[in-house]
């Protein structure tokens, strides 16, 4: 059970982590080289989503073996870990409409007959656990598959919006616990994880990344900020996360997710010395055309997957079907 609401609110911090390397040249030079518009059609709104085969999802529905179910969404309140830091994004903000103490009193009686409660949510979309769509992230004025940055107005995004994704995200997980490889209960904050930090976990796990596979990488960021009771700087301060070169490795494998317990998957402070930020962003979303699933809450899964040894699992986790949207929130779904 999520402990979220005794986190306290977040507290921005102020970068200790040294930054070097990379400058935006290169990194559009390594976007342009990794690029897959065009790869299915000058409409594709998908990107690499198209790797999974109706024979991959049915595959994956093999490997229910014990009809465990482990969901990896944070609970949607005012304790989560958004701080304003990026894009003034908040936490969500739970209202009531109509309450029990409405119908105690008689008050709905004469209006429509019946006593009820009903409510709603005020969020941005990306504040909890969520998936970026397409249209999240701009390689200069352009977006996946070529289409112009323009197309996101003030209406939505009209190409590469997340609806597109609502019957797409259902297939064979893969959990690569880093931490755990590392013999860390958290890595820390500004620690690039590199491609042999994957291959290498991968192959401590006894398991395989497939093409089209989900991609779940566990820092150990998120436990350790639920049990200090606190987020800090979770909401776009330092964190560990994935280092630049892994857009190779992402782009080779050819996976169809990439997904984190951190804030925004790759490595913070950025390996950037212009002040381009998340580059590894730039390569990822725009180029190449991968989802990402960021801010999952995955200390059950962990747990169970360190006690059986098994890595690969059957996910859902579609989006809401928003309209034009550039992201979701989400409860993603592990079935063991």
Not at 20 to 46: C, H, P, Q, Y
Request: one cysteine or more; glycine letters at 12%; a positive charge.
């Amino acid at each position: 059970m999520v402990v979220q609401s005794k986190v306290k609110k977040p507290a921005v911090k102020k970068s200790t982590v040294k930054k070097k390397g990379l400058t935006r040249a290169d990194v559009v030079r390594k976007g342009r080289k990794l690029s897959n518009w065009g790869k299915w059609g000058k409409n594709d709104e998908l990107g690499v989503l198209n790797y999974i085969t109706p024979q991959d999802i049915v595959d994956a529905a093999k490997l229910i073996k014990k009809g465990k179910v482990f969901r990896l969404g944070l609970e949607l309140d005012e304790n989560g870990p958004q701080n304003g830091l990026f894009g003034g994004r908040w936490n969500p903000l739970h209202h009531m409409m109509a309450t029990g103490t409405d119908a105690a009193a008689g008050n709905q009686d004469k209006t429509v007959g019946l006593r009820y409660a009903d409510d709603f949510i005020n969020l941005p979309t990306q504040c909890a656990s969520q998936w970026d769509a397409l249209s999240h992230v701009f390689a200069g004025d352009k977006m996946w598959n070529g289409y112009k940055a323009t197309l996101v107005d003030s209406t939505g995004a009209h190409k590469n919006g997340i609806e597109k994704f609502a019957d797409k995200m259902v297939g064979r997980g893969v959990l690569l616990d880093v931490a755990k490889y590392k013999k860390k209960e958290r890595l820390a904050d500004g620690y690039g994880i590199t491609i042999n930090d994957l291959d290498r976990t991968a192959k401590s796990q006894g398991v395989e990344i497939k093409r089209g596979d989900f991609v779940i990488v566990n820092t150990g960021q998120m436990a350790d900020c639920l049990d200090k009771g606190e987020w800090g700087g979770y909401g776009g301060g330092d964190a560990p996360g994935l280092a630049f070169e892994t857009v190779d490795w992402i782009h080779e494998k050819e996976i169809a997710g990439i997904c984190s317990d951190t804030w925004g998957i790759e490595v913070r402070p950025n390996a950037t010395v212009d002040g381009t930020n998340q580059p590894w962003h730039w390569v990822t979303i725009p180029y190449i055309g991968i989802v990402h699933g960021e801010i999952w809450y995955l200390r059950e899964l962990v747990d169970d997957c360190a006690k059986d040894g098994v890595y690969e699992f059957f996910l859902c986790a579609p989006p809401l079907v928003i309209s034009r949207g550039t992201g979701s929130p989400i409860n993603p779904q592990v079935i063991k």
